[in-house]
């Protein structure tokens, strides 16, 4: 079947359930994007903790984070919660994420070691409550879904909506940080707020999608018991290694830029207020972006559009190198790269339910979760990579919070920003290029699905 003939199904939801599970994406866009955005920033210049020392930190952590992320994805493909599989880990994750954020962006008095104690422990603690929430939310696109267009226009429609939080986040962020006559103030009041956003549109997520993840539908068909560590080893197929390394290098790209950008403005443009322009722009673009990719998936596929949004956010990236210190020739670049980026990642998930779907009707492998929760290891993995190139780097060109900034190190910060972004990318196209699932496959295998709903429905 071609792949026109598969897109030609027809989403089961209504826009409103679409955009209501989105909120969820809408609720920890904002989480992360604070996180990208000012992270190293708190670090360096709030909390004061020495560049390299704040580079051991943000590496190590990561780690940390990648670990309980595949714990996430054990502990709910195991747990069997009375009000669902998913749901009860979307709201329990978005509180232990609010607690755990508010406390790691509030700066206390004391020696830096024990800053630096402090920083990590609630950071860990927010990243436990953010990965169980995280897991639970991606793989509940699985029970929502009927055919390939459910699982596109639920993807496209969370994308829509975090492209929306991101472009909120970019009117109220700086607004909302600087309106304190402390900054340290500004930081922990905006974790608050915006883990706030996050419990209340999970709890929303979490009350519409009940009739979708009721425990006594999930035990009447075939997955009755809990999932065995030896069935979740076999969800290491070759589509889901070769999606997990092309992910974890594309991602690595979205952690370098927002990691640089503010001092990229700060020290290279000189003016750190254009962050807000910044963030505006490219929200918008990834907005308007958004409403073409679910028909750029369905007609080109979700690979092809992949390798070739990749490759030509690759160019603008490297574009920037000529248009010099002019403001408006790099937001016009930044933006067009925002717009081709979003081709790239608004699919994600759906590559993830994707594979998830192909291990379990070609493998017998029924470890959902653990399969999303590689897919959010990937994530945790891009965020080493990039991160480590971002801060160690910035140890290495000699940047220093309390030391003149040379023309060594505005030169540094953008060869940083740009060729490792770019270099990343490039990587992840490789090995995309590698990935073998397409139309046809998820065809047959969402018809099986259908034939095994209907026989479990009569039944």
Known sequence: MSMRQTASHKPTHSNWFLYGYALGEFGFTFFLFFVSYYLMVFMTDVL??????????????????????????????????????????????????????????????????AKGIWFTLFYLVAYIGYNLMWVAYRTLLGPLSRNPQDTISLTSAASQMGSLAGLCFSFISVRLLEGFSRPEIGYTVSAFV????????????SRITKPFDNAKIYASGEVKNAVTFKEMLGVFTKPMMTY????????????????????????????????????????LCGLVGQFFARKLANTFGKKKMFVWASLLSCVCILATRLVGD??????????????????????????????????????????????????????????????????????????????????????????????????????????????????????????????????????
């Open 48 to 113: 004061q903790l020495p560049t390299a020392l704040a580079a051991v930190l943000y590496t190590t952590v990561q780690w940390f984070e990648a670990v309980t992320m595949v714990i996430s994805g054990i502990y709910i493909d195991r747990a069997k919660p009375k009000n669902g599989k998913f749901r009860p880990w979307i709201l329990t994750g978005s509180l232990i994420l609010l607690v755990g954020m508010t406390l790691f962006y509030t700066s206390v008095d004391m020696p830096v070691w």
């Open 194 to 205: 915006y883990g706030s956003f996050v419990v209340i549109c999970m709890a929303i997520v």
């Open 244 to 283: 997990f390394v092309a992910v974890t290098f594309r991602e690595a790209a979205s952690t370098i830029l927002p990691t640089l950008m503010a001092y990229y403005f700060g020290y290279v443009l000189g003016d750190s207020g254009l962050m807000s322009t910044y963030l505006t722009v490219i929200t």
């Open 326 to 459: 002019s403001v408006f020739g790099f937001m016009a670049l930044m933006g067009a790269q925002t717009f081709f980026a979003i081709f790239s990642g608004a699919m994600l998930p759906a590559f993830m339910t994707e594979i998830a779907d192909y291990n379990e009707y070609t493998k017998g492998v029924h470890a959902r979760a653990f399969t999303s929760s590689l897919g959010g290891t990937a994530l945790r993995f891009s965020q080493i990579v990039g991160g480590g190139l971002a801060s160690f780097g910035l140890a290495a060109i000699g940047y220093s919070a309390d030391a003149p900034v040379t023309e060594g190190v505005v030169s540094g910060i953008t060869d940083l920003m740009t060729f490792g972004s770019a270099a990343v990318i490039l990587v992840s196209v490789v090995f995309m290029s590698m990935y073998k699932i397409d139309a046809a496959i998820m065809d047959k295998i969402y018809k099986l699905r259908g034939a095994q709903l209907s026989s479990e429905a009569e039944g």
